[in-house]
Every structure is written in structure tokens, then in C-alpha cells.
């Protein structure tokens, strides 16, 4: 018994060690499925409040520069406004039919936005942490958008903050189209520049040109259709050389993200649901076959 | 509560807080970050627990990896140098060697400095790669990312122990 605790007494530290090492591998591979690891991350609320703080201070900097840009993007956006409604209207003859449209696709969405408070696009897997969390009605899995096209899709939520898989993520895997092509295949990351990422799995078969712009597809149930993606730079073949990989230039600068906005789309969630009591329903099947009656 | 826990702690926030506003920010040739970080473990006295040092350096890597999104990367990279840290130093040591000695230019010699510092910094930084890239692991940005990284931080730790010694 004297021999045990004093063998104990000298390696302690060692003990220590290996607990410590293990505590910090367990925190590593539990990462992506454990909802309570969200305290170990920028979506807890101490480490939110300090990258909230610096971020308004470097915001505070770049406020002319931003301002500059929008103005610009808004005067673009009054002249392509005037120039379709009137081209609208030539064609309907009905003053009205614009705003009841707009309505319509309006009513279906709830939009949150957000700041970046962090933000990463140098690494394998870039998180970007936003100011809102479960207390704005953030939800896990909702759609995560910006100005000028997608961003990514919620992961964790803490209650003030939350943090987002952006595009630039091995993880993300958003299923897009060509516009007006209707072929789709999804959109992944192969790492590198920060403005390329990858449409994997378009069929052989299928007819575009460099340029073509790429939207989500709305299959992926976490976008609706028709947010912008980017635009078609490259084709090549796919290692098995049974359909096409297509590089994207992003039309998301993600090195100077610092407003987003969030779908809350209530048809989504509803469309999800479905997608995974089906999948479900599949799995008992091939689990239990028996159990089909 | 000794002046020594308060120095350190002191001196642990002005460390982490450097790498995550300043440093995490540089990528020199898109694949070399400073990790400056280490400068802390390094400066653990000969004969100082090795409890202690292993608690500081698991501490420390905690609240980065909290800031980075890397749970558990930071830590457990960080840990290991401070367990391997006694080792390292050990056969810079003759016999005149004070108990208590800290390691630095002065008190190692230059050279011997410099190979202390090369040793853990690299075993700290191919670790902490190693375990991030864990998703897609591609050998050749492994390496440089790694191999840079390495040598921007050890510069940058020469640099500031230089400034230092003139003080």
C-alpha cells in the first residue's frame, strides 16, 4: 500500500498528463455532434462579447469605405428597379401586379439579421461566429445569406450568439443548379482561395457555358430557390469520369463579411420535417422488414 | 495568490490576447502564422512543477481554442510541450547551473537557446497541424504550413527575447 502511494506521489504529473490530453482529444472528436460543446466555441457568450467588441472597432474604421460601396450598389439597384417595372409594365398593364407580387414571396420569409463577429478564411474548416442566437428565434440548420449571395448554414446556437458553417467548410454541402439550366449538383470546398469552391456531381449530359450563374437549388431544404451562388469559371471531369466538377467564383467576398441575414422560412422547416420522417419511415424498412404490415 | 501566479496570469492574457486580435490575423504567403503562445511555455523555470506548467499550458490553450473554434487542438498541443518542457532543458544544464535558472539568451547561451526553443516549438506546432487537418489531410500544405509557421514563430520569439536582454 506505502509502495502504491508513493508510486502514485512521484508520476502524479503524469497522471495529470494523460487526463489532461485525453480531456482535450475527447473535446476534439465530440466537437461535431455534442450540442454542449457549444461553451467551448466563439458562440459562448464571453468570448462572443469580446470579438463583438473588436469587430465594432474595426467596423467603426471601414464604415466610409462600406457606406461608399452601398450607396453605389443602391443607386445600380434604383436604375435596374425602374427599368424592369416599366418593362413590367408594358407587358401586364397593371400598376399593382408588382407590389401583390413582391408581397407574396415576402410574406413567406421572416429575416433575421445579424453581424459577423468572427470570421475566418484561412483555415481547413472556417467557422464564422454572428450576434444572434436562440433568444432572436435563431434556429440549427437555418440558411445564412448576405448581400451579394450565400453564406452558409447555421451549426451551433448559443443564446446571444451562434456560429455558422460558411461555404468555406469541408462540412458544407449546399445543393445548387445552373440558372435556367436546372441541372443541379453540390456545392463543396476543396480548401485554398478563399473565392472558389466546387459543384460536384453535375451530369455528363448536361449543357452550360462559362459564366452561367449558379443558384441554390432549394432542394437542399435550408435555402429557398434562387439565391446567388456565383458564377461557372471552370469545367472539369470528376475523378471517376462520370460527371462534372464545376469551379465557382464565389460572388461572396467572405474576407470582408460583416452583414448577413438569416432565412426564417417556416415552409422550409416544414418541408424538412417531411424529408426525415420519410427517411425514417426508410430506416425502420431496412432495419426491421418484418415489422411492415 | 503569489506575485508569481498574478505575473504569469498577467502575462498569459497579454499573450493570448495578441494571438487572437494580431497574430491569428497574419498569414505571411498564405501559409505562416505566428504562434507566439509558446514564448509562455518556454519560460517555465528549471524545477518548476511540472503540474503547474501542464495546468497553465492546458489552460491557455483552452481559451484559444474557445476564440479559434478548435477545441481541444490548442490544448492539447500546448500540454504536451509543457509535459516534454523539463527535457528539453535538461542537457543545456552543467553543473553551475543555478536551481531556479529561467531559459534564455543569457543564461542558456545563444546556440543553445536557439535549438531549446527549435525543439519544442517545432513539436508544438506539427502537433497543433496535425490534429487541425484532420479533415482533409494533404501532405505537402501539411508540411508548409507547419515548417513556416515554425520558423516565423521562433523569429518572432528571438526577436522579443533580444528586445528583453537590452532592457
Known sequence: MHNLTEFLARYKHWFLFVFLEVTSVVLLFRFNDYQGSVWFTSANFVTGKVYELSSNLTSFFTMSKNNEQLTQRNIILEQEVKELSTKLYEKTRDPQFLSRGQYRTLAKFRLIPAKVVANSINREDNLITINKGSWDGVRKDMGVVCGNGIVGTVYFVGIHYSVVIPVLNSKSNISCSISGRNYFGYLRWAGGRSDIAYLDDVPRHARFKIGDRVITSGYSSIFPVGVLVGKVKHVYNSKDGLSFRIAIQLSTDFGTLRDVCLIDDSSILEQRHVIEAARDSMKNLTQDPTSEE | ?167
Not at chain 2, 518542457?85 to 553551475?96: G, K, M, T
Not at chain 2, 516549438?121 to 509557421?149: D, P, Q, R, V, Y
Request: aromatic fraction near 16%.
Open chain 2, 1 to 167: 495568490m503569489n506575485t508569481d501566479f498574478l505575473k504569469r496570469f498577467l502575462w498569459a492574457s497579454i499573450l493570448i490576447i495578441l494571438q487572437v486580435f494580431l497574430l491569428n490575423h497574419i498569414h505571411m504567403f498564405g501559409i505562416a502564422t505566428p504562434l507566439l503562445y509558446v514564448y509562455f511555455i518556454l519560460l517555465f523555470p528549471r524545477n518548476y512543477p511540472q503540474w503547474s506548467a501542464m495546468l497553465w499550458a492546458f489552460a491557455i490553450g483552452l481559451t484559444l481554442d474557445a476564440f479559434n473554434n478548435t477545441p481541444g487542438v490548442t490544448a492539447a498541443s500546448l500540454t504536451l510541450i509543457a509535459a516534454l518542457q523539463p527535457f528539453a532543458i535538461r542537457p543545456f544544464l552543467s553543473r553551475e547551473s543555478s536551481e531556479t535558472l529561467i531559459p534564455g539568451m543569457r543564461t542558456l547561451g545563444v546556440f543553445n537557446f536557439i535549438v531549446y526553443i527549435f525543439v519544442l516549438t517545432t513539436i508544438h506546432i506539427f502537433t497543433f497541424f496535425s490534429l487541425e487537418m484532420f479533415s482533409f489531410f494533404n501532405l505537402i500544405e501539411w508540411a508548409e504550413c507547419a515548417g513556416a509557421s515554425t520558423a516565423l514563430t521562433i523569429l518572432l520569439i528571438l526577436v522579443i527575447e533580444q528586445m528583453r536582454s537590452r532592457i
